[in-house]
Every structure is written in structure tokens, then in C-alpha cells.
């Protein structure tokens, strides 16, 4: 193997060093050690491959640490560390800059995102001073002209370091930028905080070959959202993907079409190959003229991982057709990852990168078995009584058109199977519709990738035959259009599944193996060993699904309560519109929600039932609970007769209705309140033998009422989830000394939503964190022990009796 595809071990060597620095920084110190007593015993022949592969992953761990570390006293992470700043700062465009636009902006949707490699900077009135390092510019409108890569420039703006994910398991920013080598963000009003030196300077290629081709492939057509698509399939126009309109295509899987990838390469390759060989050109200076065209292309539309890889693999293949010279399509992929990994370490923890190559390893690996096992033309056998000429001159044709969809299933099977992992991880999604909708997809994507290709070649010759080919390309897109959105419809075309723990993704690909090499095992034995792992997958599959009942208060104040079964399940509040389309729904995706069997409405105001009625358009839950006294908000009307309207069972309760496990103890519905915030209902839950008290901010009247009238319940509450605005921190005080929970969360609304440092009173240590905006906390209850971790990494658990806790420190725990 080592001798068929030789760039294997180098590419597992870089793959190696590059997260063994990630995970542990003092790898590489260790791994000059162990290459210098590997290579010198390279002589042996049994050494060789070891001190290679060593050599491979010292040379990647090293770069990736010189990525990582500031080496430099000019570095921008050692002079921008800390709170924002007015800065200008000079440098130089680093690639083309990206027009992209913010749905649900009316004023205004466009921003421009660049990436400046910094040479020097100051703040407003100072000197300048030199500097070191890349940052991503974020700038309202589009930029002055002149704004091209390779550009100097000068831009005042506000500097701050990127946000972290709001709450674990979403999007993380500053982590995707920081494996991008970039570790600031700087923000501009407007094109008029740049100046752009206009001192003459030669455009790079991308600068003119992309509006151009806008032109040649917009020939004949209308401003639509098909010619647009068609920009970002052909030339890697990112703008036109807006969140709205790729949804359909992420959800039926068939976004993978807009990245410029094997398709696009190949297709375009074979077009230039057949007229060079119709005009009897020489295969040698075929070649040679292919090849520098594919990179010329990749480099025109930005470089992007799966361009690279696709052209480099078709180098390969270019290469071996010149030479005459048989090919291998592992060794062509592990070589296209090492040129990849050893220009930009960081891919390695791209999206892009990972299911790109994933899905082309799973191709070559075994898209051949599947097509085999796949092929419905077996189903149509000739007649053996009968001599060829005899037989039904329709079977053949038939048999044609079952053997290409046989193919399409195939190749989409494999491709799934392989990439699987890998959009669970990033996407947490698992579209079952994604084979069948490829089978559809992509012949009409190839279609309209091969008319864009036939417009951009006859364009600056005859416009009006390339204005024929954008129009068929135009019919081909809206099909696609209409087809993603058709199939991401389907009941179940989509699931949410929680991103797995590692060794589910061994197990998972240890099948794959299994299955699919039959050096490793032979005969029914393959079979058993991939039996044997793919139960071992379900079996750690439903220990890692649920363990125990898991509280979690989001930002806004929603709280979700995830049981050991989907009956047990139940969200209190939805939050505030923004908060329930970025942070909830997105979590509930991550945590692998697909249903809600109960909405809560607990309180009335916009801050708290605003995202419901994104929750009942997106979701629909199986019944919405809300209070027996009537609301004057005009917001919680809506969403109650939106919820009817749906379809959506309203359940009314009050003081001493019970829904599951959890029991309503205010108000009573005789109970009339001066202030609209004191109808909100407070809920007490017993859950895993612990009792949790939910208690909204109510008023100091309201609350000495509420403990009158169930003094048992709360004198024996453990968890306490609170809001205390500031008229109330007084009442709250004295109140939480009555209660003497073992932890209590509160979330301070209003102005008076400030941080509060973990306090200890009396015997009881306590974490009273604000909660609005940024701050997340997950209570994990299991029989007889209650476990809280925060967001910095603080973990603490209490038996559910009151005999005492344990303490278990935790990264950045707290004393």
C-alpha cells in the first residue's frame, strides 16, 4: 500500500502533528525527540516508513504552533488584547473581498467582508506603530474602488476581539476565524472610513475575470434569484447564498453544488480536452494547456479548499493521460491534502476541507461496491432461450436509463455515508431525503454547469449563442431550486441529531473499514466484525442520546427541560424574538430536538413570549400551555390565536394544576395584581428527586403570599431559577435567606442586569450568575446528586439531600 500510494503516510503524519499541537502545545518539544531517535535508525529498512511518518507529523505540529504562538513583539495579539478600540490601521487586502448581505436588514442589508494583513497602527492621535497579523474587516455598503486583493489601504474602525458562541454546541466565531489565522475583527460605518492608495497597480486576475463572467453569464436573462444562484454555483459568488435562500438546499443536502468541487474541475477539464483533441491536438500540448487553464480558474474563484483539491487531483489525472502513466485516486487525494495542509494548516479544521475530502474518499473508497449492489438493470435480464437479435429491442434502452440511476444512487449513497460524521458534527442535521434528492440535483447542476461553461466560451465571440446557453442554464437552476425546496418539504426530510462524542465517529468508520477492505477481514467474517461494531454504535449511541434530566437556562430567561423521554420534555418561555431565531432554535437543533411536546408561556411580555410565534411558524408544538388570567399584552394574544389557528391544543392552567412532574403554584385565579408582571406563574417541578422552583420577578407582596399558601413546597426546594429586577433585589435577598436552596441561578432583567460574583451564604455555596444576553447554565439531575456547569467550564455537584456537597473544580472554576 505504502508503495502504491506513497503520499499516505505523509498526509496521516501532518493530520497527526497538526492536532496533536491543538490538543497538547508540548508535543512538539517531545516530537524533536522522538524524530531524532527514529531517524537514526532509519537504516533499517523495518524504520524507514516509521521515521518518515514522524518526520511528517514533527513538520506539521511545527507549523501549526508557529501559527499559534505570537512570536513576534509586534504581533496584534500582544497589542489588542483586552476591551475594544477606535484604531486605524494600515495594510494590505489579503484575497478578494466578499459582498454579502444581512437578511431581515431593511436599512442598509449590505456589508463587505475583506481580511488586511496589518503592517502598522495607532489609536486616534497617536503615532503610528508597527504591527503584525491579519484581521477581518466588516464594513457597511461596499468599499471605494480600488478595493482589490493585493491593495494598500488605511481604515479606521472599531477593533475587538470575535464573539464566542453565545451558548456551547452553536457556531463558535472566534474559533473558525482563529483556524483561519485571524484573531480580530475590525468594524467600519461606511466605504468612507477607507482610503485606498491610488498609486497605479496591476489587478489581479479575479479582479476583472469574475465581473466579466457575471456579465457573459447574465447575457439575456433577468435579475432573478436564478441568475444569481447560477454566479455562486459557476464562479463561487457566495453573495447570492443568503441564509434564506440556501435553507432549502442545506436541509434536502444538496449545498454541497455551490462549492467549486470535482464537478465543476472535471467538467471543465473534459470540454477543453475534447476540443483540443477535435482539432487534433497533441495529448502532450492538451495537457499543457488544460492544466494551466484549471489553475486559473481555481485561483479566479478564490481558492476554496475543494477547488484546490479537485484541481490538483485532476492535475494528477491530466499528468498520468500525458505521460501515458497509469493513476491512483487515494494517492491523488492524500497528495492534494498535503499541498492543502502544508500552505494552510488551519484547513485542516475547515468545514469545507473536511467533508470535501471525506466525501471524495468515500467515492473512491466505495462507491464501486454500492453502484454494483445498487444496479436495478439486474432486475431486467435477457431471455437465455433467446439469440441477441431476438430480444425486445426496448430492454436495452431501459436497462440503460436503470443503470444510471443506479449509479446516481450509488455514488450518493457513498458520499452520504462517508460525510455523515461530519455534517452531524458541523450542521447537526441528517436529511434521509439528501440520496434522493441528489439523484435529482445534481444531473440538473451538471446540466447547468455545462451550459455556464458554453457561455463563458462563446460570449466574447458570439454573445446572442450565449445568451441560448444562460437561458437553458437559467431553466436548470430554477428545476434545482424548485427540486431542493420540493424534497427539504417531505415529512421527515430532516432531522436534528446532537454532534456524537469521538468514539462514536471510530466506531462509525471502523465499520466503514470493516465493510469495505477485505484485506482486513475475509468472507462472513467481514461481515460479523462490522455486525459486532455497528451494534456497539447503537449500543453507545443511546447511552450517549440521554442520561438523567438536564435543565438549561438560556439567554433571554427560556428554560428547557430535556427528560429521559420525549413525553418529559418542555420549554418555559421562548424569549425575546432575536433570541429564539439565533440562540434557541439553533440549540435545540444541536442538542438533536426534533419535536416540542410543550411551549410554556409563563409570562407575558415581549421578552419572554416574543420568539413564540417563531417557535409555532418553524416547530409547531404538540400544545402550548399558558395561565388562566387574562393578559393585556398584545403580543401574547397574537401568539395564542396564532397557536389556534395552527392547529395547536392551549392548555389554561392555574395554582394547583399539575403538567407531568411540574405543579403550578401561582397565581390562583381569583388573584387580581396591580402590576401586569405579578400574573406570571411560578412553577415548582420534582425531577429526579430534586424540586426546582421557576419564580419570575414578581414583588415582595406576591411572593410573601406565595409562601403562605405553600409553605411545604418551597421550604424543601433545591434548585432555584429566579429573575430579580432592581426594585426587588431587596425582597429577593431576604427571600433566597428563607429558601436556603443548594443553588440558585439568577437572571437580573431590567436595568439591573449586571454580573454577580459566585457569594457564599451560610453553610450554602452559591453561583448567582446574570443570565441575560451572554451567560448559559446546564443543571444535570440524576437520582440523589444535582450537577450545575457554567460556561467558563465550572462544574459542582450537590447530593439532593441536605447533608453537604462536593465540590469538583473544573477549567476556570471559581473558589
Request: charged fraction near 20%.
Amino acid at each position: 500500500m505504502v508503495s502504491r500510494r506513497p503520499w499516505i503516510i505523509p498526509l496521516v503524519g501532518l493530520v497527526a502533528g497538526i492536532l496533536g499541537v491543538e490538543a497538547f502545545p508540548a508535543y512538539v518539544g517531545l516530537g524533536g525527540c522522538v524524530v531524532v531517535l527514529a531517524l537514526m535508525r532509519a537504516r533499517w529498512r523495518q524504520w524507514s516508513a516509521l521515521s518518515q511518518l514522524i518526520g511528517w507529523a514533527l513538520a506539521g505540529g511545527l507549523s501549526w504552533w508557529l501559527e499559534l504562538t505570537p512570536l513576534s513583539p509586534e504581533d496584534l495579539r500582544l497589542e489588542w488584547s483586552g476591551a475594544p478600540r477606535l484604531v486605524e490601521v494600515e495594510g494590505t487586502i489579503r484575497g478578494d473581498p466578499e459582498l454579502r448581505q444581512t437578511v431581515g436588514v431593511t436599512r442598509n442589508p449590505w456589508r463587505t467582508v475583506a481580511v488586511v494583513r496589518v503592517r502598522s497602527w495607532r489609536e486616534p492621535g497617536g503615532a503610528w506603530a508597527p504591527a503584525w497579523g491579519n484581521i477581518l474587516t466588516q464594513t457597511r455598503g461596499t468599499l471605494p474602488v480600488g478595493g482589490f486583493s493585493g491593495a494598500s489601504v488605511r481604515i479606521h474602525g472599531l477593533a475587538r476581539v470575535p464573539p464566542e458562541a453565545e451558548v456551547p454546541g452553536l457556531f463558535d466565531y472566534r474559533r473558525h476565524l482563529r483556524y483561519r489565522g485571524i484573531h480580530f475583527l475590525l468594524e467600519a460605518d461606511s466605504g468612507g472610513d477607507w482610503w485606498i492608495d491610488p498609486s497605479p497597480r496591476t489587478r489581479p486576475w479575479s479582479a476583472w475575470f469574475v465581473p466579466w463572467a457575471q456579465r457573459a453569464l447574465a447575457e439575456g436573462l433577468p435579475d432573478s434569484e436564478s441568475t444569481r444562484l447560477l454566479w455562486a454555483m459557476t464562479l463561487g459568488w457566495r453573495t447570492a447564498l443568503t441564509e434564506d435562500v440556501s435553507r432549502s438546499f442545506v436541509e434536502s443536502g444538496t449545498m454541497h453544488v455551490f462549492a467549486i468541487s470535482g464537478l465543476h474541475i472535471a467538467l471543465l477539464a473534459g470540454v477543453m480536452v475534447a476540443m483540443l483533441r477535435l482539432c487534433r491536438v497533441d495529448r502532450s500540448i492538451a495537457g499543457a494547456v488544460v492544466v494551466p487553464a484549471l489553475w486559473f480558474y481555481v485561483a479566479a474563484t478564490g481558492w476554496q479548499p475543494s477547488a484546490v483539491r479537485s484541481a490538483v487531483m485532476t492535475t494528477v489525472v491530466v499528468g498520468s493521460w500525458m505521460l501515458r502513466r497509469p493513476g491512483d485516486g487515494l494517492n491523488s487525494l492524500a497528495l492534494a491534502a498535503v499541498i492543502i495542509l502544508v500552505a494552510d494548516p488551519g484547513q485542516l479544521f475547515q468545514p469545507g476541507f473536511q467533508l470535501s475530502f471525506a466525501a471524495v474518499a468515500g467515492l473512491i473508497w466505495g462507491a464501486e461496491g454500492w453502484i454494483r449492489r445498487l444496479d436495478p438493470s439486474r432486475w431486467l435480464p435477457d431471455d437465455p432461450f433467446l439469440p441477441p437479435e431476438l430480444q425486445a429491442r426496448w430492454r436495452e434502452p431501459v436497462r440503460d436509463v436503470l443503470r444510471a440511476l443506479g449509479q446516481s444512487l450509488g455514488i450518493s449513497l457513498a458520499a452520504l455515508v462517508a460525510t455523515l460524521p461530519w455534517v452531524i458534527h458541523h450542521f447537526h442535521l441528517f436529511s434521509p431525503v439528501g440520496v434522493l434528492a441528489n439523484v435529482v440535483v445534481v444531473p440538473l447542476s451538471g446540466a447547468a454547469l455545462a451550459a455556464n461553461v458554453g457561455a463563458l466560451l462563446t460570449y466574447p465571440l458570439w454573445p446572442g449563442l450565449a445568451g441560448w446557453f444562460n437561458a437553458s442554464a437559467w431553466v436548470w437552476m430554477t428545476g434545482m431550486t424548485f427540486f431542493s425546496r420540493w424534497f427539504a418539504g417531505w415529512p421527515g426530510a430532516v432531522w436534528s441529531v446532537a454532534s456524537p462524542p469521538w468514539y462514536w465517529w471510530v466506531l462509525y468508520y471502523g465499520v466503514i473499514l470493516a465493510l469495505g477492505n477485505r484485506w482486513l477481514v475475509l468472507g462472513w467474517n467481514r461481515g460479523c466484525i462490522g455486525g459486532g461494531v455497528a451494534v456497539a454504535i447503537l449500543v453507545t449511541g443511546g447511552i450517549w442520546s440521554h442520561s438523567g434530566t438536564e435543565i438549561t437556562v438560556l439567554p433571554g430567561g427560556t428554560v428547557v427541560v430535556d427528560g429521559c423521554g420525549w413525553s418529559e420534555d418542555l420549554i418555559l418561555n421562548a424569549g425575546p424574538v432575536r433570541s429564539a431565531d439565533r440562540v434557541l432554535l439553533p440549540w435545540l437543533r444541536s442538542q438533536g430536538w426534533n419535536r416540542i411536546p410543550r411551549l410554556a408561556l409563563i409570562q407575558a411580555d415581549a421578552a419572554h413570549v416574543g420568539g413564540a410565534g417563531l417557535l409555532l411558524e418553524r416547530w409547531r408544538p404538540d400544545r402550548l400551555v399558558t395561565g388562566s388570567l387574562r393578559q393585556r399584552s398584545p403580543i401574547f394574544r397574537k401568539v395564542v390565536e396564532q397557536a389556534r389557528a395552527a392547529g395547536v391544543p392551549v392548555t389554561e392552567v392555574g395554582a394547583g394544576d399539575r403538567i407531568g412532574t411540574w405543579t403550578v403554584v401561582s397565581p390562583r385565579a381569583t388573584d387580581r395584581f396591580t402590576t401586569a408582571a405579578d400574573n406570571a406563574q411560578v412553577w415548582v417541578g420534582e425531577l429526579e428527586s430534586v424540586r426546582i422552583l421557576v419564580l419570575p420577578d414578581l414583588g415582595p407582596e406576591v411572593r410573601q403570599r406565595l409562601w403562605e399558601r405553600w409553605p411545604a413546597e418551597l421550604d424543601s426546594v433545591d434548585v432555584v431559577l429566579a429573575e430579580v429586577s432592581e426594585a426587588n433585589e431587596v425582597s429577593w435577598q431576604s427571600w433566597r435567606e428563607r429558601l436556603q436552596p443548594k443553588f440558585s441561578w439568577v437572571t437580573r432583567v431590567g436595568e439591573h442586569a449586571q454580573r454577580i460574583p459566585v457569594e457564599k451564604t451560610r453553610s450554602w455555596p452559591r453561583l448567582d450568575s446574570e443570565a441575560v444576553g451572554t451567560e448559559v447554565v446546564s443543571i444535570r439531575l440524576r437520582e440523589g446528586e444535582i450537577r450545575v456547569d457554567l460556561r467558563d467550564g465550572t462544574r459542582r455537584t450537590w447530593p439532593s439531600d441536605r447533608s453537604g456537597f462536593t465540590r469538583i473544580a473544573g477549567k476556570g472554576g471559581r473558589p
